[in-house]
Nanobody, 125 residues
Framework: QLHLVESGGTSVESGGSLENSCVAS?????MAWFRQAPGKEREGVAS???????DYADSVKGRFTISQDNAKNTLYLQMNGLKTEDTAMYYC??????????????????????WGQGTQVTVSS
């Protein structure tokens, strides 16, 4: 089982920027960021394969960037132009079972086996 440790969450004003990071204990096929706001279902934000192929939810395209440092097994999520609706608990997740996923599947939590503890991002107006 992978161990994932996130960091970076904090409170920022609308329009601001923030970077989350996640350190994994070993290799994976896909890694992704999900988020869950109070009273809402967890949703996929962005995913990346070990080769660097990325997918994004429509709500964050052009504002968020997912990246990784394979040598350090570290995942990043750069968030720019933050909006109040981006407020949520952000989770890092890893898929070590499925080597190939469609775009929709890559942002579906059912395809990820290992999860971090979450880091809170709060965006104020």
């Amino acid at each position: 089982q992978l161990h994932l440790v996130e960091s970076g969450g904090t409170s920022v004003e609308s329009g601001g920027s923030l970077e989350n990071s996640c350190v994994a204990s070993r290799w994976y096929y896909y890694m992704a960021w999900f988020r869950q706001a109070p009273g809402k279902e967890r949703e996929g934000v962005a995913s990346i394969t070990r080769a660097g192929t990325t997918d994004y939810a429509d709500s964050v395209k052009g504002r968020f960037t997912i990246s990784q440092d394979n040598a350090k097994n570290t995942l990043y999520l750069q968030m720019n132009g933050l909006k109040t609706e981006d407020t949520a608990m952000y989770y890092c997740a890893a898929n070590r079972v499925w080597p190939r996923l469609s775009t929709a599947a890559a942002l579906s939590q059912e395809n990820y086996q290992d999860w971090g503890q979450g880091t809170q991002v709060t965006v104020s107006s």
